[in-house]
């Protein structure tokens, strides 16, 4: 079910951690467990030091599965790779706002709000807040890295959570409604932190795709 905001905590798990020799199965796995969306890392290995997937998996993910893709782009130039994200069939398109990623941040965000797809604005932990002030009214998701971006399996950086905070202040007092992603060693014990932050929306890799029972994992870390 393609749905952006029918439920008031969003389960989205990642799957960087799915078994890559059985996506179309962990897809299917996530999907009956419960997920509300599935997060889906593209890495480039320019600006992290890994390579995950691109278009063609997305857009493989997307003609199988009819569930709200929530796409991460961890690369540089964004603005040369969106229109084929977007025809892949991104629900969601996140970009960084570092300037590592090279890109007109406020075009790149108008193009994929302008094919009809949800814009999303991500930064790191070493990124501070006041890097993304300028665009919050120019995006439908901030997503607020709690790890340093590149791998799955991280620590959870607790630190993070004043930004948190801060954005929920500020969409308040802008009258903005943007979701507040949280991305990055979520499990059932961290997602309370970030919850009391006011995140209300949750990525979780390992806590998911490697858990005994998938669907007992995202239930718990969306009644965490
Ligand atoms: C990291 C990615 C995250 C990661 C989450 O760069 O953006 O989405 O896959 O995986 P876990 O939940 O295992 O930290
Ligand atoms: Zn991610």
């Not at 997920?35 to 030091?49: E, K, P, S």
């Not at 790779?81 to 075009?107: C, M, N, Q």
């Not at 309370?192 to 995202?218: L, W």
Request: hydrophobic letters at 45%; glycine letters at 8%.
């Amino acid at each position: 079910m393609k749905s952006w905001t029918h439920v008031d905590r969003i389960v989205a798990p990642s799957v960087l951690a799915a078994d890559f020799s059985r996506l179309g199965e962990e897809c299917s796995r996530a999907i009956a467990g419960g997920a509300d969306w599935l997060h889906l890392d593209v890495m480039d290995g320019h600006f992290v030091d890994n390579i995950s997937f691109g278009p063609a998996v997305v857009e493989a993910i997307h003609t199988t599965n009819d569930i709200f893709l929530d796409v991460h782009l961890m690369i540089s130039r964004p603005d040369h790779y969106i229109p084929r994200f977007l025809k892949a069939g991104a629900d969601l398109l996140s970009v960084h706002v570092e300037p590592e990623a090279k890109h007109d941040i406020t075009d790149s965000l108008a193009t994929i709000r302008a094919a009809g797809c949800k814009a999303g604005l991500a930064f790191n932990p070493s990124t501070p807040l006041e890097a993304v002030l300028p665009y919050l009214d120019q995006i439908d998701l901030l997503l607020v890295m709690t790890v340093v971006p590149g791998f799955g399996g991280q620590e959870f950086m607790p630190e993070v959570m004043p930004k948190v905070k801060e954005a929920v202040r500020l969409r308040e007092e802008r009258g903005l409604t943007f979701h507040i992603e949280v991305d990055g060693g979520l499990d059932p014990q961290t997602a309370p932190t970030a919850a009391a932050a006011g995140a209300n929306v949750f990525v979780a890799g390992s806590s998911t795709f490697k858990a005994p029972d998938i669907g007992e994992a995202i239930r718990a870390i969306r009644e965490a």
